[in-house]
């Protein structure tokens, strides 16, 4: 036979190199984690959220009285 024949094609592709990280992502210390945890959660945006509000609402309170005690004399 001739070597100048062509390379036959391969029907089934050869498998892919998996693109997935090899190496697992390093967690934090259980001490990080507890010393984190208040900043991380929702719960300290919830709580400044309400705070502002009722710093908000005594603000609006404090307006009121004061124009109606001004208009009252």
């Given at each position: ?7 036959t094609v ?23 984690l ?13 709580r400044?959220a ?5 710093f ?13 005690e001004?208009?009252?004399?």
């Open positions: 036979m001739s070597k100048l024949r062509k390379k391969e029907l089934e592709p050869g498998a892919r190199p998996s693109r997935i990280r090899r190496d697992p992502a390093l967690a934090d210390t259980p001490e990080n507890a010393r984190n945890a208040w900043w991380d959660s929702r719960e300290w945006e919830i400044l309400v705070a502002g509000i009722l908000f609402a005594l603000a609006i309170a404090a307006v009121v009285f004061d124009i109606g001004a208009l009252s004399h």
